[in-house]
């Protein structure tokens, strides 16, 4: 039992770049969400699924897109990346009590 | 609207010491709170959970939080420090809307550090 995987672990991408963050749960959780984390500024919402088919905006979503391939899969998309998404991005899962489980995250860094 | 506000950002404590970590909420409705630890160039884990059960929650690593209604706070505390509990640790609170989507809404989070 995995739980929450997240590929890549660190990646660095220069301006215009884009790339594809995976994120995998095997808990047969229903909702998964896209999260970054800055300093001093705790974790933001940038996309979640509530369900398989479904995506909606979180409190940052402005440069990213996100697809839910499967109940098992959430993947985030850079399509031209900017150095103010340079940050740690984190996946996760929930449980219908609204506990979370988390990934290990991805380190970006856009020069 | 939901929000969780944590007071201090950065709190040192003397090994064995009390933990003292605040949290105050706002929520129209009943929520369901959480409080999560990071340990560096890690994931969040969670600690403990309040889902409307009883008012003071035991976790992992001998930490607890009460909830209380009335100040609208779920303090973290732990009896005495240890070393290995320096890391930063979140309150959250639950997004109630339309449908179960699961939602939290985290503090921005305060760094624990132990002081040996």
């Known amino acids: 039992n995995a739980g929450v995987t997240q590929t890549p672990k660190f990646q660095v991408l220069k301006t215009g770049q884009s790339m594809t963050l995976q994120c995998a749960q095997d808990?047969?959780?229903?909702?998964m969400y896209w999260y970054r984390q800055d300093p001093g500024m705790g974790l933001r919402l940038i996309y979640y699924?509530?369900?398989?088919?479904?995506?909606d905006k979180g409190e940052v979503p402005n440069g990213y897109n996100v697809s839910r391939l499967n109940k098992r899969e959430f993947s985030l998309r850079l399509e031209s990346a900017a150095p103010s998404q340079t940050s740690v991005y984190f996946c996760?899962?929930?449980?219908?009590?609204?506990?979370?489980?988390f990934g290990p995250g991805t380190r970006l860094t856009v020069t | 609207a939901q929000s969780v506000t944590q007071l201090g950002s950065h709190v040192s404590v003397s090994e064995g010491a009390l933990v003292l970590l605040r949290c105050n909420y706002s929520?129209?409705?009943?929520?369901?709170l959480f409080w999560y630890v990071q340990y560096p160039n890690q994931g969040l884990q969670l600690l403990l959970k309040?889902?409307?059960?009883?008012?003071l929650v035991k976790g992992i690593n001998g930490f607890e939080a009460e909830f209380k209604k009335s100040e609208t706070s779920f303090h973290l505390t732990k009896p005495s420090a240890h070393m290995s509990d320096a890391a930063e640790y979140f309150c959250?609170?639950?997004?109630?809307?339309?449908?179960?989507?699961?939602?939290?809404?985290f503090g921005q989070g305060t760094t624990l550090q132990v002081k040996p």
């Open positions: 996760a899962s929930s449980a219908p009590n609204y506990e979370q489980y």
């Open positions: 309040y889902t409307s059960a009883a008012t």
């Open positions: 699924s509530a369900s398989e088919g479904t995506t």
């Open positions: 929520s129209s409705v009943p929520p369901y």
């Open positions: 959250a609170v639950s997004v109630h809307g339309s449908g179960n989507t699961g939602k939290l809404i």
């Open positions: 808990m047969n959780h229903n909702s």
